[in-house]
């Protein structure tokens, strides 16, 4: 059989299992399997996608991962946004009403500014340091394919770690952003890195390509996430509240 297998959920009968999320890897990802892995784990199908590949093979979505691509020696983001596989994921999510969902985490965020494919750009965090730590977010807009599982205003913990997580745009960009309801997250109890207006996320005009600086696929298991949730009190690596980006794209798709 051509082309690569899914790896099926964890749930082989759950409705959501048919749907085939695609998880991109660059040379110097570290996020991929993790990514995977939330896939699974919200019900869905992961396919390992390559680079270098000149087919999206039918996936239904993609993300795309954090990391460091190509050691984000030119520029974040800057070299992958060149690789033949965006070539389709750019066109793929330029599609009108059928067109295709993409995600971008971190290293993720930074390929689709570079792509063009959301506005702005990301510079080293206002410390010059390299920032981990779990951080507490607000849902801005509940209504795009990766939000729809949450309330708006909705608060959430997430794990983030990143060198060149500043996001900055010009001020009529921002306010464009602002007034068209496309900052999807914004940072709460403090701004880690000097984002303009403590954005951690936003869309494009469509909804279906998402970028967020945070890392919600390390949010999404009992055990494995933060020690704390902005839903209540959870034991210690408890935090699941990152799940909800992947369940909401795997339901829109189906619904």
């Given at each position: 059989?051509?082309?690569?297998?899914?790896?099926?959920?964890?749930?082989?009968?759950?409705?959501?299992?048919?749907?085939?999320?695609?998880?991109?890897?660059?040379?110097?990802?570290?996020?991929?399997?993790?990514?995977?892995?939330a896939?699974?784990?919200?019900?869905?199908?992961?396919?390992?996608?390559?680079?270098?590949?000149?087919?999206?093979?039918?996936?239904?979505?993609?993300?795309?991962?954090?990391?460091?691509?190509?050691g984000?020696?030119?520029?974040?983001?800057?070299?992958?946004?060149?690789?033949?596989?965006?070539?389709?994921i750019?066109?793929?999510?330029?599609?009108?009403?059928?067109?295709?969902?993409?995600?971008?985490?971190?290293?993720?965020?930074?390929?689709?500014?570079?792509?063009?494919?959301?506005?702005?750009?990301?510079i080293?965090?206002?410390?010059?340091?390299?920032?981990?730590?779990?951080?507490?977010l607000?849902?801005?807009?509940?209504?795009?394919?990766?939000?729809?599982?949450?309330?708006?205003?909705?608060?959430?913990?997430?794990?983030?770690?990143?060198?060149?997580?500043?996001?900055?745009a010009?001020?009529?960009t921002?306010?464009?952003?602002?007034?068209?309801?496309?900052?999807?997250?914004?940072?709460?109890?403090?701004?880690?890195?000097?984002?303009?207006r403590?954005?951690?996320?936003?869309?494009?005009?469509?909804?279906?390509?998402?970028?967020?600086?945070?890392?919600?696929?390390?949010?999404?298991?009992?055990?494995?996430?933060?020690?704390?949730?902005?839903?209540?009190?959870?034991?210690?690596?408890?935090?699941?509240?990152?799940?909800?980006?992947?369940?909401?794209?795997?339901?829109?798709?189906?619904?």
């Amino acid at each position: 059989m051509g082309g690569p297998q899914p790896v099926a959920s964890n749930n082989e009968d759950s409705p959501l299992n048919g749907v085939k999320i695609g998880v991109v890897t660059f040379p110097g990802s570290l996020d991929d399997r993790d990514a995977v892995r939330a896939v699974r784990l919200a019900g869905g199908s992961a396919i390992h996608l390559w680079h270098g590949d000149h087919d999206l093979h039918d996936v239904d979505a993609v993300i795309i991962p954090g990391g460091f691509s190509y050691g984000d020696y030119l520029r974040a983001g800057a070299i992958s946004r060149f690789a033949p596989l965006m070539e389709q994921i750019t066109a793929a999510a330029s599609g009108g009403a059928d067109a295709l969902p993409v995600l971008g985490i971190c290293n993720g965020f930074q390929v689709l500014t570079e792509a063009h494919l959301l506005p702005g750009s990301m510079i080293k965090n206002n410390s010059l340091h390299f920032i981990c730590r779990d951080q507490r977010l607000r849902v801005e807009n509940a209504g795009t394919f990766w939000t729809s599982e949450y309330a708006q205003d909705e608060e959430l913990v997430i794990p983030l770690k990143n060198q060149d997580g500043q996001f900055v745009a010009d001020n009529r960009t921002l306010d464009e952003l602002e007034g068209e309801g496309r900052v999807v997250f914004r940072y709460v109890d403090g701004n880690p890195n000097g984002s303009r207006r403590d954005i951690a996320g936003i869309s494009n005009i469509a909804g279906n390509v998402v970028g967020l600086m945070p890392h919600p696929e390390h949010a999404v298991e009992a055990g494995f996430g933060p020690d704390s949730s902005a839903r209540g009190e959870v034991g210690v690596r408890g935090g699941t509240d990152g799940l909800g980006i992947f369940t909401s794209v795997l339901k829109k798709l189906v619904g």
